[in-house]
């Protein structure tokens, strides 16, 4: 299951996470950065988290759309369906 993704605008006070890193926040609290592959547990976020900014992984999200509309294609396709979107 795809978690929302955020990108690091302002980097961790202790260096954790730097501006550009990619990370997913998971539902137990967790912190997964995609860049570095470190997970951060949730005991583990508070100290490590200080100072962090971040927004919303836009691109992350346009990838995911394009990937969905051709796999909406491909099973219309599949079914006989019309391949315009709508139908």
């Keep these: 299951m795809n ?3 955020y ?3 302002k980097g ?5 996470l730097s501006s550009g890193d990619h990370i997913i926040i998971q539902p137990d ?3 997964l950065c995609t860049n570095t592959r ?3 547990t949730p005991e583990e976020v508070l100290e490590d988290l200080v100072g962090v900014e971040y927004t919303f992984d836009n691109e992350w ?3 995911l759309t394009k990937e ?4 909406l294609l491909d099973l219309r396709k599949l079914a006989g369906v019309g391949a315009e979107v709508g139908n």
Excluded: D, F, P, Q
Excluded at 12 to 16: A, E, F, R, V
Excluded at 68 to 71: D, H, P, R, V
């Design 38 to 40: 470190i997970c951060l």
């Design 68 to 71: 969905t509309e051709g796999l």
């Design 12 to 16: 961790s006070s202790n260096g954790t």
């Design 61 to 63: 999200l346009i990838k």
């Design 3 to 5: 978690y929302n993704r």
């Design 29 to 31: 609290g967790s912190i």
């Design 7 to 9: 990108v690091v605008t």
